[in-house]
């Protein structure tokens, strides 16, 4: 009995350190997973930012038709990514039409692409039906404009937006400067989460350089609680080419 006894001994001690070695390799293993997927999900938030710093560029001619209604061409160009790529490339066309001194209606469509992140490309077909009204205070010139955003997209998800900007500017020097300076802030309702979503505010800088040439600079900030990237610091420039 006793030489059974000692002849079995060894082979419970072996199982026992195969038991242990087994269970080292699998918490070594299970450790290693657990950082594989740490870094995959750093990496990844790392290329879905949700911060972004852009410069904007739009351009828009319009061709008067009569002394109420204008053809209007549009363009512009966004370069995002920290300023290193394009990410927005858009034209389009529409109508102005001044019902009065106050109201201004400006239907247009606009065909955009976008690619915001790299090997990511959107299309999206857009039309937009703009209400805008102005009147003065004084010195101050203020306008509250309402617009609707129908977005036909390729990816299959359309949605319609609301946006509301209100903005108020001011002249700087004398006229013949034709110098102003304004602020604005847009807030969007888009129906696609069926919330307030989106907000910019905007300040910068008008020059008329005569009646058929304006251009304006400004600085906007905007906060999304839902796109990406969402919050934008940006720089832009829209110029305005008005036809004899």
Do not use: C
């Amino acid at each position: 009995m006793r030489k059974t006894i000692s002849q079995e001994t060894p082979t419970a001690v072996g199982r026992y350190e195969e038991v242990k070695l087994i269970s080292l390799s699998l918490r070594a293993w299970s450790i290693a997973l657990f950082l594989v997927l740490f870094l995959n999900s750093n990496s990844s938030a790392q290329l879905l930012d949700r911060t972004d710093n852009q410069q904007w560029t739009e351009v828009q001619i319009a061709v008067p038709v009569t002394k109420a209604f204008d053809f209007n061409i549009i363009g512009g160009l966004r370069i995002g990514r920290d300023l290193s790529h394009p990410v927005d490339e858009r034209i389009g066309v529409g109508f102005t039409f001044r019902a009065g001194k106050h109201v201004t209606v400006a239907p247009h469509y606009l065909h955009l692409g976008m690619q915001p992140f790299p090997r990511r490309r959107l299309w999206e077909n857009r039309l937009v039906f703009p209400v805008t009204v102005r009147f003065n205070l004084g010195k101050f010139r203020l306008n509250n404009r309402n617009q609707i955003d129908r977005r036909l997209r390729n990816s299959g998800i359309d949605t319609t937006r609301y946006r509301n900007a209100f903005g108020v500017e001011h002249p700087v020097g004398p006229d013949k400067w034709g110098l102003s300076v304004f602020a604005a802030d847009e807030v969007f309702y888009d129906w696609a989460v069926d919330r307030w979503a989106r907000n910019r505010f905007a300040a910068g800088a008008t020059k008329e350089f005569n009646k058929h040439l304006s251009q304006n600079f400004y600085y906007l900030r905007q906060n999304d609680r839902f796109g990406v990237p969402g919050d934008l610091n940006v720089i832009g420039t829209r110029l305005t080419i008005r036809l004899w």
